[in-house]
């Protein structure tokens, strides 16, 4: 089974701070891990993906996350928050099947 | 390149009257299609998952149903709404071994009154 924990419903910074948003998980089998990002009244955009290639993954628009295995851990983070940047942020888990496991979401807010 | 269509966009509809949401896919064959609901500040709940024509398997039991009459074609339906059937409706695709990538569609934002 797998489940996941997004630290941090809400979290703001300012335009051109670091973004952190926070996940870990929990899952019997070797991970897949997913962010995804979701805009007002739209769908959900797959940022970047972890299958147990490289641990540091890089996705779209300037956004990265690392997996680690030691912390069960796969925080998204970009190095320099931009208005655009905002939205509702997904992190998911599977092991492998079709199913997957989203957290709750974390709303970004930037400001000004 | 594959897309995903869902509509419609938004829709409003009295208690008790039925629902028919239709997605399709282009770009691809066989897909896995799957149905969602994101009700206001909660996360995703699968609704229904298909991995061919006629096959269906629901996750949640409820007085919805899903079906697939095509190969890329996913509609979800319902005979009699009710009020907490409101919330934005996702579909989306994946291919097997593709690490069980999903990728959505545009969603349907259904308020039921």
């Known amino acids: 089974a797998q489940s996941v924990t997004q630290l941090g419903s809400h979290v703001s910074v300012s335009e051109g701070a670091l973004v952190l948003l926070r996940c870990n998980y929990s899952?019997?089998?070797?991970?897949?891990l997913f962010w995804y990002v979701q805009y007002p009244n739209q769908g959900l955009q797959l940022l970047l993906k972890y299958t147990s290639a490289a641990t540091l993954v890089k996705g779209i628009n300037g956004f990265e996350a690392e997996f680690k295995k030691s912390e069960t851990s796969f925080h998204l983070t970009k190095p320099s928050a931009h208005m655009s940047d905002a939205a509702e942020y997904f992190c998911?888990?599977?092991?492998?099947?079709?199913?997957?496991?989203f957290g709750t979401g974390t709303q970004l807010k930037v400001e000004l | 390149s594959q897309t995903i269509h869902q509509w419609p966009a938004t829709l409003v509809q009295p208690v008790g009257s039925p629902l028919s949401l239709e997605c399709t896919v282009e770009?691809?064959?066989?897909?896995?299609l799957y149905w969602y609901r994101q009700a206001a500040g909660r996360g995703l709940q699968l609704l229904f998952y298909?991995?061919?024509?006629?096959?269906i398997s629901s996750e949640v039991p409820q007085n919805l149903s899903a079906s697939r009459p095509q190969d890329r074609q996913f509609i979800l339906s319902s005979k009699k709404l009710l009020l907490s059937d409101s919330g934005f409706y996702l579909c989306?695709?994946?291919?097997?071994?593709?690490?069980?990538?999903?990728?959505f569609g545009p969603g349907t934002r259904l308020l039921v009154l």
């Open positions: 298909s991995v061919g024509i006629g096959q």
């Open positions: 989306a695709w994946s291919v097997v071994g593709s690490g069980e990538t999903q990728y």
């Open positions: 899952s019997s089998v070797p991970p897949y």
């Open positions: 770009g691809t064959s066989n897909p896995n």
């Open positions: 998911v888990v599977t092991g492998g099947g079709n199913k997957l496991t």
